[in-house]
């Protein structure tokens, strides 16, 4: 799970209540997260001359993205202790009523197909919040995004650059811009030389390094905004005077783009003139039908059945008091309309990891209280487990071999093709060994069909130990098989040698 760590007077600031670190521990622990640490007597690092401001390192569900910065959690708790009341994110049109546009070229198609976008206008940016945006991009990018490889999130200075824009995939060699932070210009391929060796970039080089093109977004007079999910041009950088953020995002996942969309304008539309205002931007896709207006915040709509989260929780509530604990965990609810036996429940867009009734079960217990819920005995009698029949056999079979002089050994049921065929004098008729469709090693490329692989490799291993040497196994083997759902089937054998 990720560790977060903000400024500890700041936070609490935001909450509006100081607390003793056990105080906060405690309330970390009611909503569902944990304190890991407070370096408020710690010895800290010193920044600018100064002392590091003392911080609060959280640790966050590894499902709940809209807590990974400092806006984030302090929303979530302001709302869980009732301080405040869920935000309701609205769509604003500029004030010429015309939206700015992301055109894309069926090219895309080639290297990362998706696009979304939007616009922060009027934000008011200090050091701290400039600071806190950049984070959360980066935290997105390792987490949801997987290292950039589905998500990568460009964010630029609306007021240097002009729209419409395009999205298009051209040869390296015809992309030629000045990157961030740098003072000369570089086509496609120079840039991937220059940044081999960097520690923060090189890493996703790779990504579209051996693609014959690259993604590029252009603005209308062609200077490049981003190269993704590389880097941004200098031309449109931000900084902490900037009050019009366009946020662009390019993506191999149309879901993924979307939720790192939402996170993004929902943490920080906060600072805006208008609080929770977001100006859409409307992607023009139509080889792909992914024509629409971008982000799209309204509420996922669902219905939950009482009987199931009261039956869950051990609880007795009625419609109105499950609403109730919803909205201190963010969501809008009412006795459903249709059927008194359900409720309907409004999620919000960072809500992402909400997908099922069981989700909102478990946020009920939570504004609950986990540690005051009823304890009560199994009403069902218990049983005791008993081992299958074919582990059973195995383990008798084992005891034997051991009582005999025989060693047992485990070794992995991954083995190389060729250990698993020719060196076994065997031919693979293609339809008999699980192949591995990505294999990281040679070592590792098929799922065994024979132990005796695994006691050769053994025996080769140790032949300087004294003879006899007498070794067995009794595990599984698999084979490909069509007629089954998962397309394969294990066996147990046994092997000596």
Known sequence: MPTIAVDKAALYKTLGQEYTTQ??????????????????????????????????????PANRYDMLCIEGISLMLNIFRGKTRTPVYRLVAPPDG?????????????????????????????KERYESFIALQDKLHQNLARQRTLVAIGTHD????QGPFTYEALPPEKISFVPLNQTKKMNGAELMTFYEQDKHLGRYLPIIKDSPV????????????????????????????TRNVFIEMTATDRTKVEIVNHIMVAMFSQYTDEPFTIEPVKIISPHNHESRETPDLTPRETQAEISY??????????????????????????????????????????????????????????????????????GKSGTIAQPLMVNKLTDIVRMEAAMAGWSEVMPLILCSHDENFAWLNRKDDGNTAVKLANPKTAEYQVVRTSLLPGLLKTIRE????????????????????????????????????
């Not at 015309?98 to 290297?111: D, G, N, S």
């Not at 989700?359 to 009920?364: A, G, K, T």
């Open 158 to 161: 609306l007021d240097t650059i």
């Open 462 to 497: 140790n032949k300087h130990h004294n003879l006899p040497i007498k070794v067995f196994e009794a595990s599984d083997v698999a084979f490909k098989d069509l007629s089954l759902e998962r397309k394969s089937r294990n066996e147990r054998h046994l092997a000596a040698a």
């Open 98 to 126: 015309e939206l700015q546009t992301i055109t894309v070229h069926p090219e895309t198609a080639r290297i990362r197909p998706y696009v979304s976008g939007a616009i922060l206008r009027n934000i008011r940016f200090t």
């Open 23 to 60: 105080e906060f521990d405690e309330l970390c622990f009611e909503f569902g997260i944990e304190l890991d640490e407070d370096t408020t007597d710690h010895d800290r690092p010193i920044v600018d001359g100064q002392q590091e401001p003392a911080q609060l390192k959280i640790e966050i």
């Open 214 to 241: 690259y993604p590029v977004i252009y603005d209308a007079k062609r200077t490049v905004c981003s190269l993704p999910p590389i880097i941004n041009g200098d031309h449109s950088k931000i900084s902490v005077k």
């Open 309 to 378: 989260i009261n039956e869950c929780c051990g609880l007795s509530l009625s419609a109105n008091e499950i609403c109730k604990l919803l909205e201190r965990m963010s969501y809008q609810a009412r006795p459903s309309t249709s059927s008194p036996e359900y409720i309907d429940v409004q999620i919000p867009p960072t809500r992402a990891d909400v997908l099922h009734q069981c989700d909102i079960m478990e946020d009920v217990a939570v504004a609950y209280g986990f540690n005051i819920l009823p304890k009560t005995f199994p």
